[in-house]
């Protein structure tokens, strides 16, 4: 059987499973649809979480920009993983107490304002619809590679699949499919590794492989790497290149981001009680944890096979002839997503630092798809990896939507525009919300302000300037009145998307940026780390703002006191 | 239900546990991983140092084992002040 029909079967075989769940699960009542009856236990919960959470940022992109970043990058790693330390202990609990079903009804509430709740609303959109920009960008580049088309048609086909998917079933479909999800994407994921892991190194544990010799050479795997590196002119792979400020507030605003997102935390309005919110969180982690510490061994171990393939016989000597290059540099050449052109006439693969000499171009979304190809491992490794990089996209592509959908039809229609809408209007516009959200991340996604991980990185870094210091400050003060929320959230999310689109380009359309992040406007803040200034704004805005305004009503400080509480939390209601 | 001294005595523990489980985050990420690096090259592992291992993998060691501990001491706080559900 060729690799293209194994990939199929496999494929196929992993959809029919996730819609036969979610025709199994199909969403009757409106509450079901947005928060499954809250009856998750907290393990299944954390599970869920972790495929909602790991998208085709965390599969499909964040190994291979680790692959060609090396150290600098680490804030992927930590960042993706520290927010969910401020979810349990800063946001998830008392938002469970607090008991409704969205985020932009606890800010309404708390900020007792209809347009705190719309600002929050805004604020939602914007950060989910850039989320599944990058999500875009992720499943057209597995959809290319594994129906071996370009990437434009890759991305169509994609994009159909999402909405098919997300139309189908509410939150509950969605939470039973995520769990099957996850499995998919975590044997898909480690699998390889493990094999990859084995060869270079011996250890059968990814994780400790990156430490351990190389069978190769008997030195460690790094300074293997590094050598490699050096001999081709790349830049040191262990070593500090971004500035301490650049990495800190990337850092920052990835961690305070995942603690803002909408779609990870209304996971958390699912569980049946307080303690239950805490202890999911962590669960969350655990699964969370299993890919995020196999994620940079894979990025080592990708970037020495890829230069172990081009120089067969070690980085001193002669490079592979391009007719002699391995299938899957052939295959993936057919998505446009890696390049060869033959500068210096040789018909040989030079590969190096130098911009002129290069004649390789590998799109670094690719790396991670590639790898088991690159290691030669088995045609079914290499079937379950597409399986598991397309249900990392579409799961987190699923639960976005359903954000984006439930803060149109529950938060924007029914809450504000036309609160008399029957349950039937509320699901066809929360349905009309999720197909214009894919039609426009698709029309993005075409060019993508970045590698999917990067544009995932600014939805965070706007989440983190707008959503998460609102609902901090919620819990945590009781002195932030209507009027400093809503300042605050404006003013953190203006001047971070402005800051953004100065260095993407104006609505991330190609051409229209003042600065580029090689070169950025302030320091070396580049506009992916701007989340954390974007919410220092937030932050000290409202503070100003409240304390020169009336402080908020006793109805107001005492919902305040009881969110802090955990008993009495009952079952959530939606009004 | 809790009387208000008592739910108050309730949220001061919480905050107090929260910042000190907040020092060790900073410390675990942001410390050990970025701003204590150069201090720590001399600590080898694996062909790199302790900052890099921190920044891989040590700093998701560290908050797996914060969320848990911070669950459970929570668990037993909400008992003792009588608002556990």
């Avoid at chain 1, 520290?82 to 979810?87: E, I, K």
């Avoid at chain 1, 302030?522 to 000290?540: C, M, P, W």
């Avoid at chain 1, 100003?544 to 009881?562: D, F, I, M, R, Y």
């Amino acid at each position: 059987m060729d690799q293209f029909t194994l990939n199929l079967l496999v494929v196929g075989a992993t959809f029919a499973l996730y819609i036969g769940i979610a025709i199994w699960a199909r969403a009757g009542s409106t509450a079901e649809f947005y928060a499954a009856g809250r009856g998750v236990n907290p393990v299944m919960n954390g599970m869920a979480t972790g495929a909602d959470w790991m998208s085709a940022a965390s599969f499909i992109s964040m190994a291979g920009i680790i692959s060609f970043g090396g150290y600098d990058t680490s804030a992927y790693l930590m960042g993706w993983t520290g927010g969910y330390v401020l979810l349990a202990m800063l946001l998830a609990p008392y938002l469970r107490k607090f008991g409704k079903f969205t985020v932009p009804e606890f800010i309404g509430d708390r900020f007792y304002s209809s347009s705190a709740r719309m600002v929050a609303v805004v604020c939602l959109i914007v950060a989910s619809i850039t989320y599944v920009i990058g999500q875009m960008t992720g499943v057209g580049v597995a959809f290319s590679r594994f129906l071996e088309v370009d990437v434009a048609t890759g991305l169509y086909i994609g994009a159909a699949i999402v909405f098919l998917y997300a139309v189908l079933g509410g939150m509950k479909g969605i939470t039973y499919t995520q769990v099957a999800q996850y499995v998919v994407l975590i044997i898909a994921y480690t699998i390889p590794a493990v094999f990859i892991s084995l060869q270079l190194t011996g250890n059968p544990i990814p994780g400790l492989g990156l430490f351990s010799d190389a069978t190769s050479t008997g030195q460690p795997l790094l300074t293997t790497l590094e050598g490699m590196l050096k001999d081709l002119g790349f830049k040191t792979y262990t070593e500090q290149h971004d500035t301490t400020l650049n990495m800190f507030l990337f850092t920052v605003s990835l961690m305070i981001g995942t603690a803002g997102l909408p779609h990870v935390i209304v996971r958390f309005f699912t569980v049946p009680k307080v303690a239950d919110a805490r202890s999911s969180a962590g669960w969350a982690l655990v699964f969370i944890a299993l890919l995020y510490l196999t994620a940079p061994a894979v990025g080592a171990m990708a970037r020495m096979n890829l230069i172990s393939t081009v120089y067969p016989n070690g980085t001193t000597e002669a490079p592979i002839a391009y007719d002699a290059r391995p299938d899957w540099v052939a295959n993936w050449e057919k998505t446009g997503l890696l390049k060869f052109e033959d500068k210096n006439g040789d018909g040989l693969i030079n590969y190096t630092a130098s911009e002129d000499e290069n004649e390789l171009t590998v799109n670094r979304d690719i790396m991670v798809l590639a790898n088991p190809e690159i290691a030669n491992l088995p045609g079914w490794v290499i079937a379950l990896i597409a399986a598991g990089g397309l249900a990392a996209a579409l799961s987190t592509a699923a639960g976005l939507l359903m954000a984006i959908s439930s803060a149109v039809s529950h938060d924007l229609i029914k809450g504000q525009l036309n609160p008399n809408i029957s349950e039937k209007g509320e699901l066809l516009a929360a349905r009309i919300a999720m197909a214009v959200a894919i039609a426009v991340a698709t029309y993005l996604g075409l060019n993508p302000p970045g590698f999917a991980a990067q544009t995932v990185a600014l939805a965070f870094g706007l989440a983190a300037a707008s959503i998460f210091p609102a609902l901090m400050m919620g819990i945590f003060s009781k002195r932030i009145n209507n009027v400093g929320a809503v300042a605050g959230m404006v003013a953190g999310l203006v001047v971070t998307i402005i800051y953004i689109f100065l260095h993407k380009g104006w609505f991330f359309i190609a051409g229209t940026a003042s600065f580029s992040d090689a070169d950025p406007l302030l320091l070396s803040i580049k506009s992916t780390s701007f989340g954390a200034i974007g919410a220092l704004v937030n932050f000290a805005v409202a503070f100003a703002v409240s304390s020169a305004t009336k402080e908020p009503p006793v109805e107001v400080q005492e919902l305040v006191e009881s969110i802090r509480i955990p008993r009495g939390a009952g079952s959530a209601t939606g009004h | 239900m809790a009387d208000k001294s008592s739910s108050n005595a309730y949220w001061k523990a919480n905050v107090s546990m929260i910042r000190v489980f907040l020092v060790i985050w900073f410390i675990a990420s942001f410390g050990m991983g970025i701003l204590f690096r150069p201090m720590l090259k001399g600590i080898e592992i694996g062909g790199t140092d302790l900052g890099f291992w921190f920044a891989q993998q040590g700093s998701i060691l560290v908050f797996l084992v914060l969320i848990f501990t911070y669950a459970a001491r929570m668990n037993k706080l909400d008992r003792e002040h009588g608002v556990d559900e």
